[in-house]
């Protein structure tokens, strides 16, 4: 491929997220005996210390979602597009979609871009309850619409989960293609080869629960299971980390937090994690907790945290979700269990106790590498 100017850009998303630049980003820099320039737009992080030559980063949201600087993002997005005059564009959330269409059509033909679809959006917004209740259907509906004309003119559509392709009415065109959310490691990052040692009854049981914090995915559960495995190992301790995007949501976890007699810590919060931070949380941990609840908008989605956890090799409890346990019992990487269940904390020390997990070492299927491979695939059908 010729030296090619790529464009990644989200509003909310921060310049260090793990997909837009831990994997997109830094595959798109590393191709053998290839020079490509590689430019991430989002909400301001730090710039990651550790980032390949060839990528450059750019802020176009400094406040918080609610703010009047996500409309300014827009005026920062267009004028990047202007002064930058990337070769190809991957847009990472549907708010940039008018603004990248209007920009392809006043050079017709000469101007590529793909749409990564990270979220079913319209269906995040009718179920979530995070918009008022006359504003969702509305709102749904734009959002689909816009979708499904930006679809008839990417160049490409990613899915970041299998069952997009089956739920997004405009997910049909010929490149259309699945890049799941795969751990891809932090440079210099030592793999684990074996599976990890777990402490016995008395030692230290470190428990984690990272990234989105929110009650839809369980933060309180994961609170209530480790205050009950407790009672039977009194050293458990479940670190929360990770960013919550609902202030109620927030204030309610620091009271319970506060309620918990140390046996919580809250890392992040209100603040963006780097994700290297939470590798090295996961490193330090000895059990993964997903209790989401069961919702139509996540259910049939595969968390980026149970790839993480699978390729660090760290033992998860999971509720009963076909679209996880296949994985997960194949490698013997947990436990099924029903976060509700009366005597869970006397199964999950039967388990940790007398359980191998990983016998056969880390599953290959967790990591970016497959995933980085039909990305370029993609890409050299474009370009």
């Known amino acids: 491929m010729q030296p090619t100017t790529f464009l990644l850009a989200s509003v909310l998303k921060p310049l260090d997220d793990t997909r837009m630049y831990g994997k997109y980003g830094r595959t798109l820099v590393g191709r053998a005996a290839e020079t490509h320039t590689v430019h991430i737009a989002g909400r301001w992080a730090p710039t990651p210390a550790n980032a390949p030559a060839g990528l450059q980063f750019h802020s176009l949201l400094r406040g918080s979602r609610l703010s009047w600087q996500r409309l300014a993002a827009q005026l920062r997005y267009w004028r990047l597009l202007g002064r930058l005059q990337p070769d190809v564009v991957v847009v990472h959330a549907p708010e940039l979609l008018p603004l990248t269409l209007l920009w392809q059509r006043l050079r017709p033909g000469q101007r590529q871009f793909l749409y990564d679809v990270r979220e079913n959006y319209a269906l995040n917004i009718r179920t979530q309850q995070v918009?008022?209740?006359?504003?969702?259907d509305w709102l749904a509906a734009l959002v689909r619409r816009l979708e499904t004309a930006a679809a008839s003119r990417a160049a490409g559509i990613i899915l970041a989960e299998r069952s997009y392709a089956d739920e997004?009415?405009?997910?049909?065109?010929?490149?259309?293609?699945?890049l799941e959310n795969k751990f891809e490691p932090q440079p210099g990052q030592a793999i684990p080869t074996q599976a990890r040692l777990l402490p016995q009854p008395g030692q230290e049981l470190r428990l984690l629960y990272s990234g989105t914090i929110s009650e839809l995915n369980g933060v309180f559960e994961a609170i209530e299971f480790t205050q009950r495995l407790r009672q039977l190992w009194p050293?458990?301790?479940?670190t929360i980390i990770g960013f919550c995007q609902r202030p109620e949501q927030l204030q309610q976890l620091r009271q319970v937090i506060a309620g918990a007699a140390g046996a919580v810590t809250l890392i992040g919060g209100d603040t963006l994690v780097p994700h290297a931070q939470i590798v090295a949380e996961i490193g330090r941990s000895h059990l993964g907790l997903l209790p989401y609840r069961r919702h139509e908008s996540t259910w049939r989605c595969v968390p980026t945290k149970l790839f993480e956890y699978l390729a660090n090799g760290l033992p998860v409890l999971i509720p009963d979700n076909p679209y996880w346990t296949e994985v997960v019992a194949r490698h013997q990487a947990g436990v099924v269990v029903d976060f509700t269940e009366t005597n869970l904390p006397t199964r999950v020390v039967e388990a940790l106790t007398t359980s191998s997990f990983y016998p056969h070492g880390l599953p290959a299927e967790a990591f970016w590498q497959a995933e980085a491979t039909k990305l370029w695939r993609l890409l050299d059908t474009i370009r």
């Open 131 to 136: 918009y008022p209740s006359w504003l969702r």
């Open 235 to 238: 050293a458990a301790h479940l």
């Open 168 to 178: 997004l009415p405009f997910a049909t065109q010929p490149r259309t293609v699945v």
